[in-house]
């Protein structure tokens, strides 16, 4: 089945304490991106990745690392995680970013709180 | 700035009433507009898109939405919905020359049986 997933699902954890989230796709595609989801500011961009060991800031990018080594993975890194990152995350996925009307598919989210 | 807008932030229906959610952007020339659909704990899925050719979209469950290019505009609508549409409902564009999408704040729906 083609899918993103991503793991873990749910995450309690405590200021500073570094911690990754991980995103992978089957589906081969060359464009891969994270998204934060924050109450009434909707879906916001923090990286994206457009393929191997090619990755760029997004809207809020500030806290957070990104790597792409593989195609399929896209890891999500909170070096030193602070309260302001608590957020509902997403990883989405699509064919290339370069085509008009490419499609993402999206990860079932990441709810991470940080005390 | 470049911005997708959604102004109505919490609609509350009966079932069989007609729904219309209003999404506005701000980009010029071509860009492509999406609605996305996230149920109560699920991951967003796409109902629709538009990059070029017929501005009246149809999607999946229904719904369409209408480019409205005077106007900056691209409404979702669905003329009888049910109580399964309860959900959030996500505007997203992409403007031209650009990778990310931007998205609306999101309208929640509630449809009352």
């Known amino acids: 089945e083609a899918q993103v997933t991503q793991n873990p699902r749910y995450l309690i954890t405590v200021t500073g304490k570094k911690l990754t989230v991980t995103c992978s796709q089957n589906?081969?595609?060359?464009?891969m991106s994270w998204y934060r989801q924050d109450p009434g500011l909707g879906l916001r961009q923090i990286y994206y990745?457009?393929?191997?060991?090619?990755?760029d800031k997004g809207d809020v990018p500030e806290g957070y690392k990104v790597s792409r080594k593989e195609k399929r993975n896209f890891p999500l890194i909170l070096e030193s995680p602070s309260p302001n990152q608590t957020s509902l995350y997403f990883c989405?996925?699509?064919?290339?970013?370069?085509?008009?009307?490419?499609?993402?598919?999206f990860g079932p989210g990441t709810r991470l709180t940080v005390l | 700035a470049q911005s997708v807008s959604q102004h109505n932030h919490h609609v509350i229906l009966s079932e069989a009433a007609s729904l219309e959610l209003g999404c506005n952007y701000s980009?010029?020339?071509?860009?492509?507009l999406f609605w996305y659909v996230q149920y109560p704990g699920q991951h967003l899925q796409l109902l629709l898109k538009?990059?070029?050719?017929?501005?009246l979209v149809k999607g999946i469950k229904g719904f369409e939405a209408e480019f409205i290019k005077s106007k900056f505009s691209f409404n979702l609508r669905k003329p009888s919905v049910q109580w399964s549409d309860t959900a959030e409902y996500f505007c997203?564009?992409?403007?031209?020359?650009?990778?990310?999408?931007?998205f609306g704040s999101g309208t929640r729906l509630q449809v009352q049986p």
């Open positions: 989405a996925s699509s064919p290339s970013g370069r085509i008009a009307g490419d499609t993402q598919y």
């Open positions: 589906m081969n595609h060359e464009y």
């Open positions: 990745s457009m393929n191997v060991e090619v990755t």
């Open positions: 980009y010029g020339g071509t860009v492509n």
């Open positions: 538009y990059f070029s050719g017929d501005p």
């Open positions: 997203a564009g992409r403007a031209p020359g650009r990778r990310a999408l931007t």
